[in-house]
């Protein structure tokens, strides 16, 4: 099993920056594989932002690419999301997700909020 927490999001003025953070406890014999950030907002569906391999090679959604950099650090289970020159369409509830073995855990998810 694993739990997830994410820390870092709140409010900020278009073209600021925001670091989200997202920790991971591990209880099982599974190792974390793949870890990732989905932006969801009201009447829509959860959408990827970026992943990352445990060997550190990441994607990007389009929207996103440029601005926003994932990196992990695998002694301490832990993911991050820089979010740089946030514009409104990144407002939403950011969930942070990891595959571990055949199995995909999610946080309980951190609100970003942008305004003009």
């Known amino acids: 099993q694993v739990q997830l927490v994410e820390s870092g999001g709140g409010l900020v003025q278009a073209g600021g920056s925001l670091r989200l953070s997202c920790a991971a406890a591990?209880?099982?014999?599974?190792?974390?594989?793949?870890m990732s950030w989905y932006c969801q907002v009201p009447g829509k569906q959860r959408e990827l932002v970026a992943r990352?391999?445990?060997?550190?090679?990441?994607n990007y959604a389009d929207s996103v690419k440029g601005r926003f950099t994932i990196s992990r650090d695998n002694a301490n289970n832990t993911v991050y999301l820089q979010m740089n020159r946030l514009i409104l369409a990144d407002t939403g509830v950011y969930y942070c997700?990891?595959?571990?073995?055949?199995?995909?855990?999610w946080g309980q998810g951190t609100q970003v909020t942008v305004y003009p």
């Open positions: 997700s990891a595959v571990a073995g055949p199995y995909t855990y």
């Open positions: 990352i391999t445990n060997d550190g090679n990441g």
């Open positions: 591990v209880r099982g014999s599974f190792a974390i594989n793949v």
